[in-house]
């Protein structure tokens, strides 16, 4: 619509004031949500006035998180949209501790985590966070067995027989028993993803990341990777967060958290827990 155009909603400007009122509300309706989710169980994490810049100090430094607050809560399945480049990745990176946010507070678990060096944040990471990417990162030279195995290896510096067992047990879980002893290049793309989920859910983090899971996949396996999330999810509890350009699945979860523009204008709960 031109906007010069009369609007349902009267002038050019009641028009502009009604889409500040609704962000207004919106923002609202977020931290009301954030105190929900925090108040329905111990929060698992939050985040507050969380801001993030690159280029520090250089003549490009530009800030691509303004102030963001969240607080999830265990065992949720949120999705968080957002146009390309309204900081999605930036935001689950902070969370999985990859970033460091340049302002705010960050506790996972009740612990900050602003202040801890990188040692405590590698042992918090792999304590509390598993991951899965769009593209998979499996090691191409090792078995789904071996790829899913790697958590424990990286953790302990060895496999246990039990770790061993553990890792059978999550690929029989995730539907890929007869696939355990053959190489990422010999499955299909949402087997190879279904490995991804295996190797994240091994070390029974309480929380997921998953950025654009789905986002290599036909719609078929789409589906059958988002659905073994929502499986896992009920099965073992685990909170997934998940970013997703697919309004088809967000719809799916039962939270909604959108970005635009580096602030959270939208958090909606679409099924209460
Ligand atoms: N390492 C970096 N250095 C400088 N700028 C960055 C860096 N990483 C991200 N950005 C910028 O931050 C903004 C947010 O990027 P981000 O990747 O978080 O967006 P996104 O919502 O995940 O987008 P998409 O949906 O395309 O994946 C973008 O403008 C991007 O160019
Ligand atoms: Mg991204």
Redesign the pocket.
């Known amino acids: 619509m031109n906007a010069t155009e009369p609007s349902a909603a009267g002038s050019p400007s009641t028009a502009a004031a009604s889409v500040a009122d609704s962000v207004a509300a919106s923002r609202t309706a977020a931290t009301a949500n954030a105190i929900t989710a925090a108040a329905k169980g111990p929060a698992l994490l939050q985040l507050q006035d969380i801001r993030k810049s ?2 520090l100090g250089l003549p490009n430094q ?1 800030e ?1 998180l303004h102030g963001v607050s969240l607080a999830l809560a265990g065992g949720e399945f949120v999705a968080l949209i ?10 689950l990176n902070l969370i999985g501790l990859l970033e460091k946010p340049s302002a705010g507070c960050y506790r996972i678990q009740g612990q900050e985590t602003t202040g801890l060096d990188d040692t405590a944040l590698t042992q918090l990471r792999a304590r509390t966070l598993g991951f899965v990417f769009q593209f998979h990162h499996l090691l191409p030279a090792f078995t789904a067995l071996e790829n899913v195995t790697l958590p424990s290896l990286m953790r302990e510096g060895q496999v246990s027989a039990q770790q061993l067992q553990r890792a059978r047990e999550v690929l029989a879980a995730v539907g890929l028993e007869e696939a355990m002893d053959k190489k990422p290049s010999e499955l299909s793309g949402g087997m190879q993803q279904r490995v991804a989920i295996a190797r994240a859910l091994v070390l029974r983090p309480p929380l997921v990341l998953a ?2 899971p789905t986002g290599n996949l036909d719609t078929a396996s789409s589906d059958e990777v988002f659905a073994l999330m929502r499986r896992m999810h009920a099965e073992l509890g685990t909170s997934f967060l998940i ?1 997703t ?1 697919d309004t088809r699945l967000a719809q799916r979860c039962d939270r909604v958290v959108e ?1 635009v523009d ?1 602030q959270l204008l939208r958090d909606e709960v679409l099924k209460k827990g």
């Open positions: 690159y280029n530009a691509v957002g146009p390309s480049g309204s900081g999605k990745s930036t935001l950025d654009e970013v350009h970005l580096g």
